[in-house]
């Protein structure tokens, strides 16, 4: 007990927070939104920052859509001065991984939603074209030559022949394993859940023998994405606000930021006070600097 961390936050406290960090990423589900539902408060803060001069960028592992919906979607739940450059998510990141850092040469094999192939194919990544033959078995069908990595992303029309598929490509040693997030799962409304790409991932682990390299939080790839892209970005200068703490939080710590969980999403306070405790060091990584119920608390400090 007494350890640091876990310190709920408001009023000057917070002010002098936010006043001192240049740079504010801001996980999206549960921090921004509930799936369609802007967190009441949130487009304000958003506006309020960026009107203070701050840069906001958004870290989302939801590799569903490209960048372009992101600003649509954005725009569509009040924030209209959210621009495509804020963004960094985790399907973006995976084609720049692919573009910039392995430069693959060959196709890639997409287990994932449309939204996923089309930022790849906008960075000139080309993706095997599935065929919508009913009748195809992994008896009968065909196999790409050229795979050169198998990409696993959150997929809403999984099917046992994509498993199939992606396992037989995984057989070749030269064909990279990679995963845009290793979410195990996302809340819905109603006590829903819907399972995450990590537990599509899982499988293909299990299938192959091999370890996915996961791209999305809390990898630090995401961060070298922000600092490529935004000059000067000094850790020290970031806050990373998340609901998550095995993503988000770990995320920041990873990356060697400061970080603040939020309320309103999945993670518990007594959850992060357990982490907070243990004696397993590694657990502490999980344990957010800061606490709040919500990012609206943060909209007294805009007030003179
Ligand atoms: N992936 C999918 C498919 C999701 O539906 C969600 C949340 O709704 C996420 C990832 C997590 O997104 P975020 O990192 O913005 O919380
Ligand atoms: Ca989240």
């Given amino acids: ?69 992101y600003v649509h979607k954005f725009y569509r739940l009040g924030f209209t001065d959210v621009m495509l450059e804020q963004i960094f998510s985790s399907s973006y990141c995976s084609a720049l991984y692919l573009r910039d850092v392995v430069k693959v040469h060959g196709q890639v094999f997409v287990i994932g939603c449309d939204g996923l192939r089309r930022e790849l194919q906008e960075a000139g990544i080309p993706c095997v074209e599935e065929a919508d033959n009913p009748d195809a078995t992994i008896y009968n069908c065909n196999l790409a030559p050229d795979v050169k990595a198998v990409l696993v992303g959150h997929d809403d029309k999984l099917t046992f022949l994509k498993l199939a598929k992606a396992s037989c490509y995984l057989r070749d040693p030269d064909c990279l394993f990679l995963a845009t997030d290793n979410d195990p799962w996302h809340p819905l409304s109603g006590g829903r859940i819907l399972p995450g790409s990590g537990s599509l991932t899982a ?102």
């Fill in 1 to 69: 007990f007494g350890f640091k961390g876990c310190q709920k936050i408001r009023g000057p406290q917070l002010r002098n927070l936010l006043e001192a960090k240049d740079f504010i990423l801001f996980d999206c589900d549960g921090v921004i939104w509930h799936g369609e539902k802007a967190i009441t408060g949130a487009v304000k803060v958003v506006n309020s920052l960026i009107r203070h001069g701050k840069n906001v960028v958004f870290v989302t592992n939801n590799s569903t859509r490209p960048r372009e919906n």
């Fill in 203 to 304: 499988a293909l682990e299990v299938a192959s023998g091999r370890k996915a390299t996961v791209i999305g939080k809390p990898s630090r790839f995401m961060f070298e994405c922000i600092s490529s892209q935004f000059r000067g970005v000094d850790p020290a200068q970031c806050l990373m606000i998340g609901d998550r703490l095995e993503t988000d939080m770990l995320f920041g710590s990873n990356c060697g930021l400061d970080t603040m969980l939020t309320l309103t999403g999945v993670s518990q306070i007594e959850e992060a006070q357990e982490y907070r405790n243990s004696e397993l060091t590694t657990n502490h990584s999980l344990v957010p600097d800061y606490v709040v119920d919500t990012i609206a608390d943060f909209l007294p400090a805009f007030e003179d």
